[in-house]
């Protein structure tokens, strides 16, 4: 309902209020509301996604819940532009099954499971992926 759905999508979830980007694939039982999905990203099954944006191709795997809970926290990063609820999150960024993203979080891109705290990204917290190790030859 009151959702602009591009062209190339997969839905077989629901969508409600948002803009979703082609190439979108929303499995069964998930919920998106209130959000912008770009490009190319998955959401798993039984996902709630709300309040948020996703950037291009990413992956929210099974049973996991964006925009999570009733904490409204500013974000401690950018207290000035994130204080309503919205959570954003990067491209390439692969969130794990059954993780919860609380509200005015910032997840940058590419942004895997090691990078992230155990189990829940607390309301108001921002996370960056972790540098790769260099490995030097001899």
């Known amino acids: 309902t009151d959702t602009l759905l ?7 979830g629901r969508i409600e209020r948002s803009v979703i980007s082609p190439g979108v694939h929303v499995a069964e039982g998930a919920v998106i509301r209130d959000s912008i999905v770009m490009n190319g990203t998955h959401v798993g099954r039984n996902c709630i996604i709300d ?12 049973d996991t ?11 401690k990063a950018h207290p000035d532009i994130l ?3 919205l959570t954003l999150v990067g ?10 993203v609380g509200r005015n979080c910032i997840i940058y891109d590419s942004v895997i ?3 992230l705290p155990p189990g829940e990204l607390k309301s108001g917290e921002t996370v960056r992926a972790r540098p790769k190790p260099i490995r030097l030859r001899a």
């Open 6 to 12: 591009s062209h190339g999508c997969k839905i077989e």
């Open 51 to 62: 309040h948020a944006i996703l950037d291009k191709e990413t992956i929210i795997e099974p």
């Open 65 to 75: 819940q964006v925009g999570y809970g009733d904490d409204y926290r500013p974000n």
């Open 83 to 85: 204080s309503c609820g």
């Open 91 to 100: 491209k390439h960024t692969i969130v794990p099954a059954s993780y919860r």
């Open 113 to 115: 499971e090691r990078d």
